[in-house]
């Protein structure tokens, strides 16, 4: 037995290799292969690297060539800068501020005037719409808006002549108009009047100035020219002017003869008041006339004739004598109308002639036909 493990122990050391050595013998060569694998895999790496380097070094190369023959579009500079920033983008960098102070800073600090105006054109309307609205069916534009007034400084509206069309009693929901002398009142109270079959319609929704005073009511006569009135046609015609600016409510004026589009007086108006002014002078003449010569009473019945006489209180002049009828003309004219005349004493006119008579003697007077030139009452035939 000792001789049997003295054999296994010298075969384990000196002869056949023992299962440690084996092992021993397989961990080496392990170990080498590792670092041949190793080295291997550093070489292949470092060639890779090389070669990618190079690689990129030539892609760069030839991005760097193309885009010297087709550079790339610059971005526009307005689309890079913050939107608000660009309105403001005209004021000096060195002051600039947001747009919300832009209007706030003082003009020292912008270089260019545009700036401060800061105009903008109006965006476009979209396709199939006019002024914002739909546009009407088959392209047709909409009807023209109706025509509107305008209101001076002082606060007067101004009626254009087809405005004030709009107001002739023919819509219960507006009011009514008329206009005398360019002067607009709202007659709506009185539509008994002057709506559309009151007995006055034909003055309402116009400036029918000249047919106050000459009774043509036609379309012809309804107008706004005064040229050839009488003194006393402007007399009557500023008595009813008077008269709708005590019983009715004034609306303004309409641009037309007598006020022009900003409200001022135009050449009608201009006219008129010159002819008012000697129509004044003339009627003030005329009233102290009337205090010498006092109208008569009168009466007429048609077909039948009249009646004209005089007393101490006739055509409202008070006095302490009672005179008898006289057709005073005036001069150059045919024109007359009736007056009553002194029987006794001077003159009214002119010199004494010492006759006692009175203004029996006045060439201006005429004795009516088929009346006693003393009496104080004469009849006339129709």
């Given at each position: 037995m000792a001789?049997?493990?003295?054999?296994?122990?010298?075969?384990?050391?000196?002869?056949?290799?023992?299962?440690?050595?084996?092992?021993?013998?397989?961990?080496?060569?392990?170990?080498?292969?590792?670092?041949?694998?190793?080295?291997?895999?550093?070489?292949?790496?470092?060639?890779?690297?090389?070669?990618?380097?190079?690689?990129?070094?030539?892609?760069?190369?030839?991005?760097?060539?193309?885009?010297?023959?087709?550079?790339?579009?610059?971005v526009p500079e307005m689309?890079?800068?913050?939107?608000?920033?660009?309105?403001?983008?005209?004021?000096?960098?060195?002051?600039?501020?947001?747009?919300?102070?832009?209007?706030?800073?003082?003009?020292?600090?912008?270089?260019?005037?545009?700036?401060?105006?800061?105009?903008?054109?109006?965006?476009?309307?979209?396709?199939?719409?006019?002024?914002?609205?739909?546009?009407?069916?088959?392209?047709?534009?909409?009807?023209?808006?109706?025509?509107?007034?305008?209101?001076?400084?002082?606060?007067?509206?101004?009626?254009?002549?087809?405005?004030?069309?709009?107001?002739?009693?023919?819509?219960?929901?507006?009011?009514?108009?008329?206009?005398?002398?360019?002067?607009?009142?709202?007659?709506?109270?009185?539509?008994?009047?002057?709506?559309?079959?009151?007995?006055?319609?034909f003055f309402s929704g116009k400036d029918g100035t000249r047919a106050f005073v000459s009774g043509d009511f036609t379309e012809a006569g309804l107008i706004d020219n005064v040229t050839g009135l009488s003194n006393a046609n402007i007399i009557g015609l500023e008595d009813w002017l008077h008269f709708y600016h005590k019983d009715y409510t004034y609306a303004g004026k309409v641009v037309g003869n007598f006020y022009d589009a900003q409200g001022q007086p135009a050449g009608g108006l201009v006219e008129y008041k010159r002819m008012l002014k000697e129509a004044q002078g003339e009627h003030l003449a005329e009233e102290e006339l009337k205090k010498i010569f006092p109208p008569c009473n009168s009466?007429?019945?048609?077909?039948?004739?009249?009646?004209?006489?005089?007393?101490k209180e006739s055509g409202g002049i008070r006095r302490d004598w009672i005179g008898v009828p006289r057709r005073m003309f005036k001069a150059g004219t045919t024109d007359y109308r009736c007056v009553c005349v002194r029987t006794t004493g001077k003159p009214s006119i002119g010199g004494d002639d010492g006759r006692n008579i009175g203004d029996l003697a006045n060439p201006n007077m005429r004795a009516y036909d088929y009346c006693h030139p003393e009496s104080a009452t004469c009849a006339i035939k129709p």
């Open positions: 001789q049997a493990r003295q054999r296994k122990g010298a075969s384990g050391r000196g002869g056949l290799p023992t299962r440690d050595g084996d092992s021993k013998s397989r961990k080496a060569g392990s170990s080498n292969t590792g670092l041949i694998l190793a080295a291997l895999c550093l070489a292949v790496l470092a060639t890779g690297a090389i070669m990618f380097k190079e690689d990129i070094m030539k892609a760069i190369d030839e991005q760097v060539g193309r885009g010297q023959k087709n550079p790339e579009p610059e689309a890079k800068e913050d939107p608000v920033e660009q309105q403001a983008s005209d004021v000096n960098s060195e002051s600039a501020q947001p747009v919300s102070q832009v209007t706030e800073t003082s003009t020292e600090n912008v270089q260019d005037s545009d700036v401060v105006r800061e105009e903008r054109s109006a965006p476009e309307d979209p396709p199939g719409t006019e002024n914002g609205e739909p546009a009407a069916a088959g392209g047709e534009s909409k009807p023209a808006a109706a025509p509107t007034s305008t209101v001076t400084e002082t606060g007067e509206r101004l009626f254009t002549v087809e405005e004030l069309k709009q107001y002739d009693g023919s819509d219960a929901s507006k009011p009514i108009y008329l206009a005398i002398v360019g002067q607009v009142f709202d007659v709506t109270k009185g539509k008994d009047h002057y709506s559309k079959d009151g007995g006055y319609s009466h007429w019945a048609q077909g039948k004739g009249g009646t004209v006489w005089c007393s």
